[in-house]
């Protein structure tokens, strides 16, 4: 009886054995299994955290090359911008500078027919000056001084003026002093005398009075 107890405790013991021998293996697998999960888990992690850098990387690139090209448009449109204000400039200047020389031209043009007219207008006044009243009564020097009306009222619109002389202070600008004479009625430096009328276009000389001053 106490061999079969002996032998009943040995199978016992052994079945314990046994079953914590099965118990560690178990743990021992989960375990495993676990640290294989975990390992797992840290690998995707670093590989999810390695395709983000990558991809981070490949967009600041892109941003890069997309600034670059901003940068380079920007500086092209820059160019245009500044190509553009260069040449309206210099077509404003070439407008302004046109215009100046054909004002120029039209003055020089207009001044050089005036010059031409005011002889025709010297012989009209010699003319008219030269009549007696009997004279001016006749038809044709009514005619003459109809024409001379005529001509001066033109040479008006085209804003020629004649210049005043007798009884003004002598003025190089506009005077041209030929005689020097004594006079009772005006004083030193005043134009006593006119011996050719002078003309002014748009405030321009055309031509000189031919004068005599008092000294």
Avoid: W
């Amino acid at each position: 009886m106490e061999e079969k107890k002996l032998n009943e405790e040995q199978l016992n013991e052994e079945e314990i054995i046994q079953e914590e021998e099965q118990v560690q293996d178990t743990q021992s697998a989960g375990e495993e299994a676990e640290t294989q999960d975990i390992e797992q888990e840290a690998e995707a992690t670093e590989e999810a955290s390695e395709e983000a850098e990558k991809q981070e990387k490949k967009s600041g690139k892109k941003k890069s090359l997309f600034d670059k090209k901003d940068n380079k448009l920007q500086e092209k449109v820059d160019e245009l911008e500044d190509r553009v204000k260069r040449q309206m400039a210099e077509f404003e200047n070439f407008r302004k500078r046109t215009e100046k020389e054909k004002s120029a031209m039209f003055e020089t043009g207009a001044k050089s027919v005036i010059e031409k007219m005011l002889p025709v207008v010297d012989n009209f006044e010699r003319g008219l000056a030269a009549l007696s009243e009997e004279e001016k009564k006749q038809p044709f020097a009514e005619g003459m001084n109809m024409v001379y009306k005529q001509l001066m009222a033109e040479l008006e619109k085209l804003e020629v003026k004649p210049i005043e002389t007798v009884g003004c202070e002598f003025n190089p600008d506009l005077h041209n002093a030929v005689m020097q004479v004594e006079s009772e009625e005006f004083e030193s430096g005043v134009i006593a005398q006119e011996l050719q009328k002078g003309y002014t276009y748009r405030d321009t000389v055309v031509r000189y009075s031919m004068v005599a001053v008092v000294s």
